[in-house]
């Protein structure tokens, strides 16, 4: 009833219903069997050798051994030994010389190997004779190989899309796709060993990998599906092979051959990813020189002397508060304006307002800067003194006020010029005493707050403005401080010819004795506009006289609190003011003129010359000139001021500030350092040595969580050190100083690296070799990578929280839960296959994962955990573990190109959020 194969026996047995083993076809109800087996349903080895045909080659019981034809071997006499054999192949083309290729390479579609399974684990648990049977075929791209045991064929695969590559050591077959049936009955398949592998044979899938090495007829078989147990393949040994065919066949020569993969398409995009991001730097620093040196070789402009400004209907509104309404008033060039009024009077909304702040509101008038300029270029020849002062504190004076010059002055000046330029401005200010002492701040005290606020004008008179706006130069300081910065501005619009507009609360009467004009305010209306000295007789016009030894400046405060309505300037108050103006201004000239004349004043004076030497134009264009106000709206006001540096100098010039400031304050440097240092011994000493156990994996995976969870967590610094500095880069960015790209790139040299990367490296390589982490060079190097960008993926994303949300504790609680859902979804705390469907998205947005995959894979992809299971050694692929994870093992160059594209967005958020969220607007 089993006798007979291939068709011969179509009555006994009907495989349309039970189908043939070991991949046997099934036509028409009979079974036509693979070289090598017989049967009706294929189940059996045959003997004999190729050179009968299927039907008449001796079928061979369970269990019994072959003998074979002359010139064959193997377990079912398919491999050839001699060319002699194959000139008789049945088949063969007349006129063509047959060989038997014994080489591992295959030729064309019939390579035989027969070899001895060596595998000590395999031997274990199934001892005795274990054999390897294939059946190789180059233009199909198919195998059919076959395991026997005891002589048995225990289980056969049919394995397709194979590849060839060779060496001039070893010939590679890789196939992708493998299938394989189980002998039902047989030792591996449920008769009788010590494991029933029946289930894992019939589902197996997977790549197949056998690599033969030429020299020794030895090779290694990894099939995918048995990684778990086999984790290192199957060694075979004694391999025959052979294969009959025509001679001149062989397509292969030369010392290697085929596409041999090192490396898959993640990381050659993550190798394009680089090579761009390097092309791009060195296309812009390219691009930088050359703005660079334009600048310098930019012929110096022509310094300006004060100009006039004159507006008129201003009013301000945020919603319907309205804060300023139809302010009108002119202010002649070499003249100082005091504009005061009781506290929320609308002061400094009108201050911003004329030196073109961004503010929040809405704003309706006209102003007109001198000979009707452009309104966008008073930002580029006027300085703003703001209320408040803010520093680095680290610097000394000397610095800041270099600082302003080397961004605000043209590059074309020289450096010995600009440094003349700083000390004069510290001279004139009284600040060269102080010149090289720190500012400091609350926490290491420095300069006093008078000098604070001289050094404050001192950063803008660098830059020698012909407008200079200050807001409350004086509040906070005593009254000899006081008097002093209030010579100061007399001495900028008497002498040098500037224009000075500030807000001032409540004067003393010294101070008030040295302002040219005053515009008294309240609630957002004037009170009055003309010369201070009419000041007194004007109210005393209106029965509001000021007393007897009283300070007018507090008169006219109480006033414009009290009885702001009865002391109100009429039309003709402010026509004669407005002549007054003009004949002010005419005189300030004059004296101005006659000032420089006399070879007076520091060198900003002596550049006023230039401009001032035809005082009959000046004169022209004061009365001749009416101003003709020009409607302008708020986007005009807030036109940006025209950098006077390339982008070049704003870097260098930045970084040489924050390498300073990062030395002189290096305290959160040695923290990170020295924590990570620690953290590091710890780890390492906390998983010393983690073997190879199952238990080993806990190990390994719980380090690899805990220590990126300590750099997510230590990068939440990164939100603090971004707050403090975001209100001097919102003053000095709107002061024209730089952009947002010098400042970002400062911040990412001296933040991100070493206060991120360099003491994630150190945290990351100390327990790497404590550990014991699969080791090798190339083996750090990919952990390194991965956990520099990885470090360097956290420290952005705080930096984007920090800049996105200015309230510092929401940034935090936001930053430190974004962290801890990036944890959950890395790949230990949740199972990633087992996530419910609806939320599984989220681990893609995780960059834990990333980084948690490809290191653990890093490790794993070297690694086989070896335990005991009933006795039994048994081997396990780290891999096979890890799979179960959810973790995919050929994911490190994905997981390493997705972490460096995740750092590109976080990278361009930030810079986005600092050029666009970090605006001043008041
Ligand atoms: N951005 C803003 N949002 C809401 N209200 C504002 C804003 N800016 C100004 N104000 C309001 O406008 C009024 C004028 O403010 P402003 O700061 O100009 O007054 P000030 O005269 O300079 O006051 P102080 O002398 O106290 O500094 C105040 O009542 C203030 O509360």
Known sequence: QTTGANGTCPVCFNCNARGCANFGECRSGACFCPDGFGDSDCSLATCGSLLAPADKRPVRAAGATCTCDGGFTGPNCNVCTNNDVCTKMPGRLVGTTYICNNG?????????????????????????????????????GSTIASLWYLNDPQFTCNITQCEQSWSSAATTWSCKDVSCKCNAGTKFCGGGGILD??????????MLNIVCDESTPTCNVAFEFLSGILPQGIALDECKFGECVDETASPLSGDSGQNVKTINTFGYVGLGFAGAAIAALLISLLIGCVQQRRHMHAPLLTEKPGVAISFKDVSYSIGQNVILSDISGEVPAGTMLAIMGPSGAGKSSLIDILAGKRKSGKIKGSIVVGDNMPLSSLRGISGFVDQEDVFQPTMTVREVIEFSAALRLPESITVVERRQRVQNVLDELGLSHIAESRVGDSLARGISGGEKRRLSIGVELVTNPSVLFLDEPTSGLDSYNAIQVMETLAGLAHKSGRTVVFSIHQPRSDVFARFDQILLLSKGSVVFFGASKHAAAHFADRGLPCPEGYNLADHLIDVATKHPDDARADTSSTAHSSDESRELRRRNLSESAQTLRDGSGAAMVASAVVEKSSPDNQVTVITETPAQPAAVSSTDLSARPRLATSFLTQLSTLLRRSRRHFWRKPGLFFAHTA???????????????SDSSLGGIQNRLGSIFFIQSLIGFSSLSAISTFTHEKLLFMRERSNGYYGAGPFFISKLLFDIVPLRIIPGIILTTIPFFMIGYTSGVDYYLRYMAIMVVFAGNCGLFCLAIGCAISEYGTAVLVASISLLFQMLFAGLLVNQVQITPALRWLQYLSFFKYAFEAVAVNDASGLRFVDQISGVEIGVAASVVLGKFGIDMDGYWRDFTISVGLFLALTTIVCLLVTFKLRERR
């Open 675 to 689: 924590i990570a240092l620690v953290l590091g011994v710890f780890m390492g000493g906390l998983y010393w040595k």
């Open 197 to 206: 592998l029946t289930n894992s044979i019939n589902t197996a899938k997977g």
């Open 104 to 140: 591992t390479k295959v030729w064309r579609t019939n390579h035989h190997t027969a070899c001895t399974v060596k595998n000590p684990t395999l031997a274990g648990l199934f001892p005795g004779f274990t054999q390897l049977s294939m059946k190789r075929d180059l233009i199909a």
